[in-house]
């Protein structure tokens, strides 16, 4: 099969709230929405990129440039017979997986509609509910994170995951844990750490956390297995596992108890999927980690964490937690277990806006088979 039609949109689509991590401050979504169409049928897909290359490499204009000048012409040139196909296209592009997402996770959604298939049931999901957290960014004080704490806790999420950064770790962990002994917590460092940094981290240990995320560097595995033994709380990997292999890699030198997937940094729903499947075989757990994704990328991520090893909660908020408006006409409201519904309708399940992404589309491009 041939794609007709490739057309790109740079979106800027303010938060409800600024979100800050320990690298980072970012007041709207700079996604890059993709819509493909063949024979009459169109697909949705999201690279949930930043404004700026402070998680990964990547940004808007990256993501821009790198897809119009060599994915689409390749994705258009292929003959593609199943969603699995777009990554092997795409794979002369050296990194750039938030771009290449963009495009293999439209033509999944393009398959599940032409077929009547949820995108949920075409990646082998089991569950029709998934369990769901909020990521809470770095505050101005430890009054105002309780508050903000207490208000996510109020609308029924049922876990927190906390930003940190050196000066903002141990003591704002211990305010939220002291005032909720029970609640399911944890943190999340972005990188902002170094292996000398060990004994500093083991203070977190008497918070019982789920787990502590990415300390050490974004592309190490080799000092995170150094760090591991040192920490009692469960030691987890998210900018660091890119592709099957870096996981493979991690698993192997025992480097994390626990994997965040996000597809979108794996470059790919099929490769998350092979993440999720190796983990699973080591027997280390995983959960879907998010991008602060619109509601075209939070579909797929909700029908991927619907797999059978994504047993602790997801970062896959309901879509007011970070949007006023968004760009579907179906976002995900919470349930009052903390979950989010699997979507059951065929492909991904949203129902784009059009009108709103029109709106809040910035530059647009469309490309075509001749
Ligand atoms: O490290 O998990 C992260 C958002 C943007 C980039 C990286 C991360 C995050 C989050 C937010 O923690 C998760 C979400 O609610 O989408
Ligand atoms: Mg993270």
């Not at 690279?47 to 990256?62: C, D, I, K, L």
């Not at 770790?169 to 292996?195: F, M």
């Not at 596992?241 to 192997?252: F, G, L, T």
Request: charged share 25%; glycine share 8%.
């Amino acid at each position: 099969m041939r794609i007709d039609r490739v057309e790109l949109r740079q979106i800027q689509l303010p938060y409800v709230a600024p979100f800050e991590t320990s690298g980072w401050r970012e007041l709207g979504s700079f996604a890059v929405i993709v819509r493909v169409d063949a024979e009459g049928v169109t697909g949705w897909g999201e690279s949930p990129v930043g404004g700026a290359p402070f998680y990964n490499e990547e940004n808007h204009n990256t993501v821009w440039t790198i897809a119009q000048d060599f994915l689409a012409p390749m994705l258009l040139d292929a003959d593609i017979e199943q969603p699995d196909d777009v990554a092997r296209v795409l794979q002369r592009v050296r990194g750039n997986r938030m771009a290449k997402f963009g495009l293999e996770s439209a033509v999944w959604d393009l398959f599940g509609r032409m077929q009547g298939r949820s995108l949920a049931s075409m990646l082998g999901g089991v569950r029709d509910r998934v369990d769901v957290g909020v990521s809470v960014g770095i505050q101005k004080d430890i009054d105002t994170l309780l508050k903000v704490v207490g208000a996510y806790l109020d609308n029924g999420y049922q876990r927190i995951k906390l930003k940190i950064k050196p000066g903002w770790d141990i003591e704002p962990t211990r305010a939220v844990r002291a005032t909720w002994p029970h609640i399911k917590l944890q943190v999340d460092a972005n990188s902002i750490y170094h292996l000398s940094d060990a004994e500093h981290l083991a203070r977190l240990d008497e918070f019982g956390l789920l787990l502590i995320e990415q300390p050490l560097e974004h592309d190490d595995i080799f000092d995170h297995a150094k760090l591991r033994p040192m920490l009692r709380t469960p030691l987890c990997l998210d900018e660091s596992i890119i592709s099957p292999d870096h996981a493979r890699w991690a698993i192997e030198m025992e480097a994390c108890a626990i994997i965040n997937i996000k597809p979108s940094r794996i470059g790919g729903l099929g490769d998350a999927r092979r993440v999720h499947d190796l983990a699973q075989a080591a027997g280390v757990a995983v959960w879907h980690g998010g991008m602060l994704e619109t509601g075209i990328g939070r579909a797929a991520c909700v029908a991927m964490a619907s797999l059978p090893n994504f047993t602790l909660p997801g970062d896959i908020s309901a879509n007011d937690r970070y949007f006023k408006r968004d760009i579907v006409q179906n976002p995900f409201t919470l349930n009052p277990d903390s979950t989010l519904t699997v979507p059951t309708a065929p492909g991904n399940g949203a129902v784009v806006d059009e009108e709103f992404l029109e709106e809040v589309t910035v530059a647009k491009v469309v490309m075509r088979n001749a």
